[in-house]
């Protein structure tokens, strides 16, 4: 790891325990903006870090920072929220804008938010 | 807004759902998390990515041993624009051995802060060649350590800079300053927008 952060047990083996071995089929949908919705709470048995994402996620919530509260690459984080998007746990709030440029209006409102900082 | 002030919230709004990205790039210790805590209503956070490649000259048969895990450390804030949108500042460092990442971590960016140390102009160019291959719009924002001072002319000169590229000074340690440089950098996105824009036909006049 090119900079080890203290507390952080990044060992391949726990990664990979995480998320069963699977790459990343299915969790490219997850940019890391989409903001995360839990759809229901954490029942007894579930992965504890599923569990952890459900509840980080009562509120709208980026993947980027599921990711720094769980302490886990953005890449496996993903893999974790597909599982729950595909049993209905969470939603994904996709970035609206597709953009090769983005939408004049979207700068609009970026520009107020910004200016009433 | 409710009686919440941005600077202090934690949780975004039920109703937030959509998300939107630029990014901070520039040398080691140029400012990058400076700017992002001055402006961020959350302490910045700190995550990675992770990226496996087929290792280099090393035999196919191999298999899944051929492959290296790169990881690359970023950090990020987050400001909250209105009931729907949130944007997210990303620090990333701008060094080429980082860069192979640039497309999985920032695509749909809206645009990015290319910070530079006058001291150290050369430490950007690289970034910068990078955002103008990539045709993202960004502008550079020279952050003041207090070196020598600088023309523009002098900067653009140095780092080779297109004209229509933007560039402003700023205190990133100032929230005001370092909200002057995003503002700088979505009124150039609006003139590139608009640029872009095909110039809609006139209605053509009634032929009698
Ligand atoms: N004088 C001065 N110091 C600054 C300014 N901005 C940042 N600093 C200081 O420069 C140092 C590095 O700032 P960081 O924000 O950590 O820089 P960075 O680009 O995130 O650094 P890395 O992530 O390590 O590459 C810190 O001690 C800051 O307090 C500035 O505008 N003026
Ligand atoms: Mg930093």
Redesign the interface.
């Known amino acids: 790891?090119?900079?080890g952060?203290p507390g952080r047990d990044?060992s391949?083996d726990r990664l990979y325990t995480l998320t069963g071995g699977r790459s990343r089929a299915g969790s490219d949908a997850f940019?890391?903006?989409?903001?995360v919705?839990s759809e229901s709470d954490p029942v007894a048995g579930m992965q504890s870090e599923h569990a952890a994402i459900l509840r980080m996620c009562?509120?709208?919530?980026?993947v980027?920072?599921v990711?720094?509260g769980l302490g886990l690459?953005?890449?496996?984080t993903r893999i974790l929220l597909a599982d729950l998007h595909d049993t209905g746990r969470i939603s994904a709030?996709h970035?609206?804008?597709?953009?090769?440029?983005?939408?004049?209006d979207?700068?609009?409102?970026?520009?107020?938010?910004?200016?009433n900082? | 807004m409710d009686s919440v002030t941005?600077e202090q919230r934690q949780?975004?709004?039920?109703t937030?759902?959509?998300?939107?990205?630029i990014v901070v790039v520039g040398g080691f210790g140029v400012g990058k998390t400076t700017l992002v805590r001055s402006?961020s209503e959350i302490r910045p956070?700190?995550?990675?990515?992770?990226?496996t490649q087929a290792g280099e000259g090393v035999d196919d048969t191999v298999g899944v041993a051929a492959k290296t895990?790169?990881?690359?450390?970023f950090d990020?804030g987050?400001?909250?624009?209105?009931a729907h949108?949130?944007?997210?500042l990303?620090g990333a460092p701008g060094q080429e051995r980082f860069w192979f990442l640039w497309d999985r971590?920032?695509?749909?960016t809206?645009g990015a802060v290319v910070l530079v140390d006058t001291r150290r102009l050369a430490d950007s160019w690289y970034a910068i060649d990078r955002l103008e291959h990539h045709?993202t719009p960004f502008v550079v924002a020279c952050n003041d350590f207090g070196g020598p001072a600088h023309t523009p002319a002098q900067i653009r000169e140095a780092l080779d800079l297109a004209d229509e590229v933007p560039l402003v000074f700023c205190d990133a340690r100032s929230?005001e300053s370092s909200?002057q440089v995003?503002?700088s950098l979505?009124?150039h996105?609006?003139t590139?927008?608009?640029a872009?824009?095909p110039t809609p036909h006139p209605i053509p006049e009634p032929t009698p």
Do not use: W
């Open positions: 790891m090119s900079r952060r990044d391949p940019d890391l903006v989409t903001l919705v009562r509120f709208p919530t980026a980027v920072e990711a720094a690459p953005v890449s496996i709030r970035p609206r804008a597709s953009y090769r440029l983005p939408d004049h979207i700068l609009e409102q970026v520009l107020v938010g910004l200016r900082l | 941005s949780t975004l709004h039920s937030a759902d959509n998300g939107l990205k402006v956070l700190n995550t990675e990515e992770t990226m895990a790169t990881t690359v450390a990020f987050r400001i909250t624009l209105d949108n949130v944007l997210y990303f971590l920032f695509s749909g809206l045709g929230r909200k995003l503002i979505v009124e996105l609006r590139v927008v608009a872009a824009r």
